[in-house]
Structure formats: structure tokens, C-alpha cells
């Protein structure tokens, strides 16, 4: 095992994440600059110390592949027309906003937790189970970073956090295709952001239990796939 891709990539995640961290709660960057620069900073240093070892690609994608997982994009897209179909009034500028930001943290994240983080660690020989499941872990808790105190909300975070990136990380793996994990990331953010912003109660209700439903299905999907990799 290749031990020093490994350090590499977790040195890109720890960097990143506390840059980061940082300039987001200290120095009070706007959140969607902030995106774009750390993406930018991400591919600058894999670019430098990992393009040789950890290529980052797009491929075709397998027929098979595309239908196993097009419930990821269609529903959360069905999700975000019911919220904004079903709405009494809606603030165009924040859905915007909002699109524009989903955008930026999926581009951002896919790069730094897939391409990179998993990336490294599959070259380095490790199991793709195991990579997928520590890649998993610890894109989970970068995801608390930005939480200021500890509550059951925080172990929710945790648990789906894990969940979406394991199903990222196994999909990613088979396709080795990084478009095709940022569309899936951008949609799904894209429709949790309008339930909180924009969805009435009740429409929030029907949206959170469809998507924690499809987060289930496939995380256990994923798993049972990974394990006989």
C-alpha cells in the first residue's frame, strides 16, 4: 500500500477543510466565493502533487450504471418542482441563490472527497471497500466543522453526511466519472436547500421523508455492492 498517496490526499481534505473553516467563521468570506476559491486551491494542489498518481476522469457511463442510480437525479429534481409548484410564495433571488450554491458545494466537495480523497486512496492500493468506507467518514465529519455546538441534529448530519457519500464514493468508483457524482450531488442539495428555505411544513414533511427513504434504499444498495468488490 502506497502510503504516501494516502498522506497526500488527507493532507489536501485536512488543508482545505481548515482554510476553510477559517475563512467561512472567522473571517467571514462569502460562502459561494469561498466555494469557488477552495475548488480552485483543490485542483491547484492535486494538479501539482497527485495528477500523475490520481487521475481525475470522465468517462462513458455503463447503461446499467445510469439506471440504477437515475432515481438519484429524478427525484430530488421532482422534489424541488413540488416545493416550488407547491409553495405560496416564492423569493426567485434566494432560489437562485440557493441553485448557485448547490452548484459550488457539489463541484467543491466532488472533487475534494471523491477525486481526491477516494481517489487517493484506491490508488494506493487500498481495498475499494474500505477506501469508500473512509472516505466516507471523514467527508461525514468535515461536515460538522461548521456546527458550533454538538445536538442531536449533529449525529442526523453525521448519519446522512456518511450515507450520501458512501452511495457517492460507490458510484464514483464504477463510473470513474466525476460529472456524473457532482450532477447527482447538486440536485440532491440543490432540493434539501428548498425544503428548508422555501418548502411550507407540510411540503417539507412529504420532501424530507421521500428523500431520507432514498437515502436509505441506496446506502444500503451501495453497501451490499461495495462488499463484493
Known amino acids: 500500500m502506497n502510503i504516501k498517496l494516502i498522506l497526500l490526499g488527507l493532507s489536501i481534505i485536512l488543508i482545505n477543510t481548515l482554510i476553510g473553516m477559517v475563512a467561512i467563521l472567522k473571517l467571514h468570506m462569502p460562502y459561494t466565493s469561498s466555494m469557488f476559491l477552495f475548488t480552485v486551491f483543490s485542483l491547484l494542489l492535486w494538479f501539482f502533487l497527485l495528477r500523475k498518481d490520481v487521475p481525475i476522469t470522465i468517462k462513458a457511463i455503463d447503461a446499467t450504471m445510469i439506471k440504477k442510480t437515475l432515481t438519484l437525479l429524478l427525484i430530488p429534481i421532482a422534489a424541488s418542482a413540488f416545493i416550488l409548484t407547491t409553495s405560496p ?40 471497500f474500505k477506501a469508500i468506507v473512509i472516505s466516507s467518514i471523514i467527508f461525514s465529519f468535515c461536515h460538522l466543522i461548521f456546527m458550533k455546538t454538538f445536538t442531536p441534529d449533529s449525529i442526523l448530519l453525521l448519519l446522512n453526511s456518511f450515507a450520501m457519500g458512501f452511495i457517492l464514493g460507490y458510484i464514483y468508483f464504477k463510473t470513474k466519472n466525476i460529472i456524473y457524482v457532482i450532477a447527482i450531488h ?44
Open 89 to 128: 410564495s416564492v423569493d426567485y433571488g434566494v432560489v437562485g441563490f440557493l441553485l448557485i450554491t448547490a452548484f459550488l458545494i457539489a463541484v467543491y466537495e466532488e472533487i475534494l472527497f471523491r477525486a481526491i480523497g477516494l481517489g487517493s486512496f484506491i490508488s494506493a492500493d487500498m481495498s475499494p
Open 186 to 229: 447538486f440536485v440532491w442539495d440543490w432540493a434539501i436547500f428548498l425544503n428548508q428555505r422555501v418548502a411550507d411544513i407540510e411540503t417539507a414533511t412529504i420532501v424530507s421523508v421521500v428523500l431520507l427513504a432514498i437515502t436509505i434504499w441506496y446506502f444500503f444498495w451501495s453497501f451490499k455492492a461495495a462488499r463484493s468488490l
